[in-house]
């Protein structure tokens, strides 16, 4: 006689597997969602609230009172398709303001190093559009970094010149 797990226990085969939603976190005391992100070197820091007007705007905070939009920041097209993508995913992209403090890495370490900062802000502000964000592969951290250089060697990889005679 042969039993299927089906059988056994027929409320598992017919439940799709979901997730349950997070809480949702309240924002600090002056109304700031926070969230990290890391590419590389390029470490980002996110502030994301909801806008007053309802005209958000997405600036980089360069100095301690100076700020630049994020047109003006990223020069290249691809860099600001990846800032404004979770939020037009989510699609509050204009019903918030969000400030990015970014350092190291470069222009394209720095944009995806946003993009997975104002992810997880997101994910504070609003827990539904996880799924969302996580499909579309915004909320996981691309962990590949720049291999060390090894001792006696000019690169990581690279060898000198090896002489037979």
């Known amino acids: 006689m042969t039993t299927l797990a089906s059988e056994l226990n027929p409320t598992k085969s017919q439940e799709p597997q979901t997730r349950p939603l997070r809480e949702a976190v309240p924002p600090d005391a002056q109304g700031w969602w926070w969230g990290t992100g890391r590419r590389k070197t390029a470490v980002a820091r996110c502030r994301l609230r909801v806008a007053k007007e309802g005209e958000g705007t997405v600036l980089v905070q360069t100095a ?85 250089k090894k001792y006696g060697q000019p690169g990581a990889r690279r060898r000198f010149q090896f002489s037979k005679r």
């Open 64 to 148: 301690n009172k100076k700020n630049k939009p994020i047109d003006v920041y990223f020069s290249e097209e691809r860099d600001r398709v990846d800032v404004y993508a979770p939020l037009k995913l989510a699609g509050i992209e204009g019903n918030v303001d969000v400030v990015l403090r970014i350092s190291g890495g470069g222009f394209m370490g720095q944009a995806q190093a946003a993009r997975l900062a104002i992810s997880r802000a997101l994910l504070g502000y609003d827990p539904t559009v996880e799924a969302a964000l996580r499909d579309a592969g915004f909320l996981t951290r691309d962990a590949r970094e720049v291999e060390r």
